[in-house]
């Protein structure tokens, strides 16, 4: 398994460097970003491509327990922390709550009854592929006729036999990214965030 640590500035400068190259031979109509993770790629995807970008959650049981557990697991060490991870993605915790509720944001509302021809959906990573299955299918719901690709920042294998994601920058990754909640970065992503969405309305 790889491990590797992303500051807010390599993240920008490495999402924006892969969304050029990815505007050779493909550009959406619209990004829509997995809030919260996925915003600072899709602001850099969105730039690149000159498309409006707006947000969507999806939420399951025990993400308030990562709120708790994440500031505890900032004060470990890397070694100890990377196992920790390790341990949680091969357990198939995910797999058994694959339940999520996915809520528009506002700005998507807005766009309900709109024609997209290609929509690009972002997020940190693409792990057991529950989440973003259904993150998609509420997209496609809405927009049937709109062609969805994928990209995740990192894709795990074992997402793969439950969707697929068409571009990643890294696989089978662990990142330590500003917007894990380990991150010494962490408060200073969830400040830009909460200022450029607008509480995550965005």
Request: glycine share 4%; proline share 2%.
């Amino acid at each position: 398994m790889k491990y590797t640590e992303l500051s807010i500035e390599k993240l920008k400068s490495e999402c924006n460097s892969w969304a050029r190259e990815l505007k050779k031979t493909y550009c959406p109509d619209l990004v829509i970003y997995v809030a919260r993770a996925g915003y600072l790629i899709g602001k850099e995807m969105s730039e690149v491509f000159e498309v409006p970008m707006v947000g969507i959650s999806a939420t399951r049981e025990g993400n308030k327990l990562k709120e708790i557990v994440g500031p505890i697991i900032s004060l470990m060490p890397n070694f100890v922390r990377n196992f920790l991870i390790s341990m949680e993605l091969k357990s198939n915790t995910h797999d058994k709550n694959s339940e999520r509720k996915i809520h528009f944001h506002e700005s998507l509302e807005k766009l309900k009854g709109q024609s997209f021809d290609r929509i690009l959906v972002v997020d940190d990573s693409v792990d057991t592929g529950h989440s973003m299955k259904q993150v998609v299918d509420a997209i496609q719901n809405e927009f049937k006729h709109a062609e969805i690709k994928i990209a995740g920042l990192n894709v795990w294998d074992k997402s793969k036999n439950i969707i697929h994601t068409d571009f990643a920058l890294y696989e089978n990754t662990v990142i330590k990214a500003p917007m894990s909640k380990d991150s010494s970065e962490y408060k200073e992503f969830v400040r830009i965030y909460n200022r450029e969405t607008k509480e995550g309305t965005l």
